[in-house]
């Protein structure tokens, strides 16, 4: 992390708190819903691969490429099929910071995952933990990209 020094220190004290152990009113909630019954997260389940299958096709139909998650709530997405469009040469880091301006919509670059960074340069991803018109919305934006 590099900011100003006593933002890091400010920083640097908080975080040491909230990933050490997860914070009392967590714990709650967590024990909370370990008592819910399976159906809940049946229900849970059925809804967020709803939303899943919401944001792939219409990622899918805006052009991208589609990598269906099966353990998470992030779609990843390989940009080069889109051409130039807001990037030259797949460049996920490009292609997410005018992305926002573009079409209101922001994605993560996945190179930030990667020990060497140009292996996951083409490579973004997008979350479907949202409300499905939020969804709906996002794609319908995304696919004014392709147009």
Known sequence: ?????????????????LTYVASGPFQYAVAEALALPDTYFEGFRADMLAKRDVLAAGLAEAGFEVF???????????????????????DGFAFCRALPERAGVVAIPNAVFYDHRE??????RFAFCKQTAVLEEAVSRLKTLSA
Not at 119 to 124: H, I, S
């Open 1 to 17: 992390m590099t900011a100003a020094p006593a933002l890091v220190t400010a920083v640097r004290s908080a975080k040491q708190y």
């Open 68 to 90: 269906r998650t099966a353990g998470t709530y992030f779609i990843t997405t390989d940009i080069r099929p889109l051409g130039a469009v807001l990037s030259k040469d797949g």
């Open 119 to 124: 292996a996951g340069a083409p490579f973004v």
